[in-house]
């Protein structure tokens, strides 16, 4: 990871990322769905200032696909936000579209490893510490986990090289320093903590001012159309539902039936 790249000066202009409760995951998932149909699309299309960089493939995370997909409202608003960040950097696109078993693998597995470092921990503290940092898998039509609906999405800084920038932790490190506004909470920074708290404000700038919405225990998450866009955006209704990718045996079995 890059630390010795500076803040551009326009982040230093980015006001301070705001405090936000912990979702309601009860309230968020009783939010109605009005699925508006739109596709997903592979973020490889994207042009420079976005880099596509499937983290779960690359680390051989079980069932994970080679590529990130998202709803094409999200890829629109990505390259917007991209787009707007200052000359030199990047949009690195980590995670988007979320197949139900690759969820199911990472919570199940963080849980796991909460588990043996918290042996006397209940089964309700187990679920709320693990949710902190991943949902719960789910394939309900009325509360679907973020990232199968193709509307959440992972995503950092990187340099004119494509090389990430500090922003405090490693993408899905599930620590409290992962927390978007914990840097805003500090005392005094060091050098290296101004850097990585002007690239968490620079990153949540660009994004709000597309319309995304972030999760309060993840720098690197966003939501758009969700329902955890929907509560934190204040919206009636989210607009994506469960997806799936379109593959040659739907198209077969739409065509033939």
Do not use: K
């Amino acid at each position: 990871m890059s630390h010795m790249t500076p803040s551009p000066r326009s982040a230093f202009a980015c006001p301070a990322i705001t405090h936000r409760a912990e979702p309601d995951w009860a309230r968020v998932n009783r939010i109605p769905i009005a699925d508006c149909g739109e596709p997903l699309v592979p973020m490889s299309l994207a042009p420079w200032p976005i880099r596509v960089y499937p983290a779960y493939a690359r680390l051989g995370v079980p069932g994970a696909v080679p590529e990130c997909f998202v709803r094409e409202g999200v890829y629109r608003r990505l390259l917007a936000a991209a787009r707007a960040l200052p000359e030199g950097f990047g949009l690195v696109v980590l995670d988007g579209w979320r197949p139900w078993r690759v969820q199911q693998y990472l919570f199940d597995t963080l849980s796991e490893v909460i588990r043996a470092h918290h042996p006397a921990a209940s089964e309700a503290e187990l679920l709320t510490r693990t949710r902190e940092f991943i949902s719960v898998p789910s394939r309900d039509p009325q509360a679907p986990s973020p990232h199968l609906t193709g509307g959440a999405v992972d995503v950092t800084l990187c340099d004119a090289d494509g090389l990430a920038l500090d922003m405090g932790t490693l993408f899905d490190e599930a620590v409290p320093a992962s927390h978007s506004d914990h840097l805003e909470r500090l005392g005094e920074l060091d050098a290296r903590q101004q850097r990585a708290r002007d690239h968490r404000r620079l990153l949540y700038s660009v994004m709000l001012d597309q319309g995304f919405t972030n999760l309060p225990s993840e720098w690197w998450h966003y939501d758009l159309g969700d329902q955890l866009w929907a509560r934190y955006g204040g919206h009636p209704h989210a607009v994506y539902g469960p997806a799936d990718l379109d593959t040659i045996e739907h198209r077969w079995r739409r065509q033939l039936g």
